[in-house]
C-alpha cells in the first residue's frame, strides 16, 4: 500500500486490516474476526471465526455455505455504535444488493469510510446509499472510467419486455447474477406491469425465496426444471450467466438470449457472449456516481479498489484528492 493517512490500517495477504480493532475487511482468507460488506462471494467467503454483518448478509452467507460457515456472528443495525477494542464502527446502507453495507471506522477521531460494492441509482431491492462524512473513503472502481454512464434500469428492463412481446413463439434465456441482479430485475419487470410467471433456473430459487420472505414482491415465480420446454414458450426464463451456453440451456424452443449486467455496455462481450439482447444494468457506480459519492462523504483521502483504479486515481490527484490505488487481490465483478 501507498503512504496513506492511516497507519493503523494495513494490507495483509488475508486482505484488509485494522491493526486496533484486530479485524479483517472482507478478507479473502479465513480470519478470526471478519467485518463483511456483503454476501457476494468475493466479499463474503467462508470459515471465519467469527463475522461481523447485517442481518441479510449474515442470513445469505448461511443459506449460501451452510450453517456452520462461522464459529459465531454479530448482527449489526444500521447507525448502532458498536466498540471493538479502540475503534469506533458504525454502520450505513450502501445500496448495492440486499443487506449490504459500508463501515464507517473511527479510531482516535480520525474516518476511514470502507463502502464495498455500492450504487447510487434507486433499487426498490435493497436500501439506499446513505454518504457519511469521513476523512478517508475507500471505494470500488468497478465502472471506473468516464466511459461508463448507466442508463436508466427501467429503460433498459422494458426492452425484455417488448422482446417478448414483439417475437411470439420464442424463449427468452437471461443471464443474471444470482444474488441481487436476479431479484432487482423480477422486481424492474413486476413494477412496469409484466405479471406472467417468471421461470427461474434452480440455481436462482433459494436466494429469490429468501428476497421474498423478506418482503421483497417478486410476483409469481416458479422452478423452470422439469418443465416441458413447450411450456415455456413466449415466457421469461431467468438463469446463472454461465447457463447461458451450457447443456441446460439446449432444451429451450427458439431461444432469445440475453445477459443484464454493466458489463454490456462493451460491444465486444455481447458479441463474445454470443447475446441477442444485452440488458445494462449494474449494481456498481458508474463514474459520476463515484465522483459524486467522494464529494457527498466530503473525504480528503480516496483510496481505490477493484477496477479501473489508475483511471480514477489520476482524476482525483488532478483535482486536489490525495488519493492512490489498494491493489487488493481476489475481488471479482465480473459476474456482476
Ligand atoms: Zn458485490
Ligand atoms: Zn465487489
Redesign the pocket.
Known sequence: MNKTNINWLIKKKEGLYCIPGDFFIDPILPVKKALIT?A?TD?ARPNNQFVLSSKNTIDLMKLRYGKNCFKSSQVCKFRENLNINDVKVRVYPAG??LGSIQFLINYKGYKLLVSG?YKRMYDQTCDSYQPVNCDTFITEATFGLPIFKHPDDKEEAKKLIKSVTENKGSTHLIGVYALGKCQRLICLLRSLGYEDTIYLHGALIKISEYYSKNDIKLGKIKSASGKNPEKLINKIILCPPSSLNDKWSQKFIEVIKGYVSGWMRIRQRVKQKNIELPIIIS?HADWNEILKTIKDVNASEVLVTHGREEALVSHLNNHNYKSSALNLIGFE?EN?
Open positions: 456483503h457476494h466479499h448495492h444488493i460494492d449494481d465483478d456482476e
